[in-house]
């Protein structure tokens, strides 16, 4: 089955700085790639996503780059905001059958 | 829309003891997955069921588990009987056709 790693699994910025999370998957079929934030107490919630089919996608201060050759793909947050703290997971998707990250904690400081 | 809505958001029991977890999905969505988190093994897909049908229980870790989905808009997780090693936050998320789930917030269960 599928296995994904993510890494770092914690992460500390200074407000303002650049923030990279890389995730590898082992199934070369996957084909969908969601990254979820989750804050305290919440549930994950859905911040960008990328298929297959494309390589890079941006969204204001989050983008998500695909290598599929190499099988990792990425999450850049610029401009980090201490609400931008929370933990953050990968996932690898074929079709309904999800498998996520560890997760990496993300501190922003003020 | 309300978003999925997962009940109870807490619930403390008694080792032996029945628990059900319930979960409104979002109205239209036609998947509805249920997964558990702990510290250990992170996040786990459960069970998933397509138009109220159960598709894949590959993940229901024993038979103390079962999930059913009575119609569209409700679903329940049930554990009998409870253990201490069944105490993890347990999550409800639905999608429309396949790939984008939303999550609801949780249920975290303890069990003493």
């Known amino acids: 089955g599928e296995n994904v790693e993510q890494h770092p699994s914690t992460l500390s910025v200074q407000e303002g700085d650049s923030a990279v999370i890389k995730c590898t998957y082992s199934d070369s079929a996957s084909n969908y790639f969601p990254w979820y934030k989750q804050e305290l107490g919440k549930g994950p919630q859905l911040i960008i996503d990328i298929r297959s089919n494309v390589g890079e996608k941006k969204d204001q201060r989050i983008a998500v780059t695909l290598n599929k050759t190499a099988k990792h793909f990425s999450l850049h947050i610029t401009e980090t905001q201490p609400e931008d703290s929370a933990v953050y997971f990968c996932?690898?998707?074929?079709?309904?059958?999800?498998?996520f990250g560890a997760g990496t904690r993300l501190t922003v400081k003020p | 829309d309300a978003g999925v809505i997962q009940s109870p958001r807490h619930e403390v029991t008694e080792m032996g003891q029945e628990v059900t977890l319930r979960c409104k999905p979002i109205s239209g969505h036609d998947y509805l997955f249920w997964y558990r988190q702990t510290m250990m093994r992170g996040l786990e897909l459960l069970i998933y069921f397509n138009n109220n049908v159960p598709i894949d229980d590959s993940g229901m870790p024993e038979d103390r588990f079962s999930a059913k989905m009575p119609n569209a808009s409700f679903s329940t997780l049930k554990i009998q009987p409870s253990e201490p090693r069944d105490s993890a936050v347990y999550f409800c998320?639905?999608?429309?056709?396949?790939?984008?789930?939303?999550f609801g917030p949780g249920t975290r269960l303890l069990v003493l």
């Open positions: 998320a639905s999608s429309y056709r396949v790939e984008t789930q939303y």
């Open positions: 996932a690898a998707s074929i079709f309904n059958d999800m498998r």
